[in-house]
Antibody, heavy 120, light 108 residues
Framework: QVQLQESGPGLVKPSGTLSLTCAVS?????????WNWVRQPPGKGLEWIGE???????NYNPSLKSRVTISVDKSKNQFSLNLRSVTAADTAVYYC?????????????WGKGTTVTVSS | EIVLTQSPATLSLSPGERATLSCRAS??????LAWYQQEPGQAPRLLIY???NRAPGIPARFSGSGSGTDFTLTISSLEPEDFAVYYC??????????FGQGTKLESK
């Protein structure tokens, strides 16, 4: 059974770059699934950031597109998120998630999430 | 851009009662709608996809209905572990995933 695990710094300075990695275990990242990043500010709802396919193809939320890069490392079976020029508004729990096997409209496997605080 | 509006914002019920949660889309999403459950401090969990199909391992007390712009998640008899926040989600405006603002189901 596929499992996802986020990792990265829990504290990032304003104007810096937030960098997170999602490790995929129990299966290969080189499947027909797309791999996503989703975030949730404290006490608020869910916001989709973007996704990547194992060939490096990406889709991003237009609201974040200018600041986001998602990349994949098939040799390490993981994918990563870079979010540039962060502000306090980027403070959130960041989740990685997989598009479902049966329909790419939904996400069926999620990591536990990692909290990132933007503060000096 | 499609907007999903969930109601009520908070629903207070007791274990054993029936819960009915609503999600309304600003334009038709056909049947391409999902429901997720998020317990405190946990990641979201996919409950229902394509408006009415239960995801693998989801108990039969959870059911979904609707199409077009109006959707309902029903929990037939609430268990203690069902008190959580529920989100609806759609993706017809490819590739953007859109979520509703959530309904908090709390124990009375």
């Amino acid at each position: 059974q596929v499992q996802l695990q986020e990792s990265g710094p829990g504290l990032v300075k304003p104007s810096g770059t937030l960098s997170l990695t999602c490790a995929v275990s129990g299966g290969s990242i080189s499947t027909t699934n797309w791999w996503n990043w989703v975030r949730q500010p404290p006490g608020k709802g869910l916001e989709w950031i973007g996704e990547i396919y194992n060939d490096g193809s990406t889709n991003y939320n237009p609201s974040l597109k200018s600041r986001v890069t998602i990349s994949v490392d098939k040799s390490k079976n993981q994918f990563s998120l870079n979010l540039r020029s962060v502000t306090a508004a980027d403070t959130a729990v960041y989740y990685c998630a997989r598009d479902s096997d049966w329909n790419p409209y939904y996400m069926d496997v999620w990591g536990k999430g990692t909290t990132v605080t933007v503060s000096s | 851009e499609i907007v999903l509006t969930q109601s009520p914002a908070t629903l207070s019920l007791s274990p054993g009662e029936r819960a009915t949660l609503s999600c309304r889309a600003s334009q038709s999403v056909s049947s391409y709608l999902a429901w997720y459950q998020q317990e405190p401090g946990q990641a979201p969990r996919l409950l229902i996809y394509d408006a009415s199909n239960r995801a693998p391992g989801i108990p039969a007390r959870f059911s979904g209905s609707g199409s077009g712009t109006d959707f309902t998640l029903t929990i037939s008899s609430l268990e203690p572990e069902d008190f959580a926040v529920y989100y609806c989600q759609e993706r017809t405006n490819w590739p953007l995933y859109t979520f509703g603002q959530g309904t908090k189901l709390e124990s009375k």
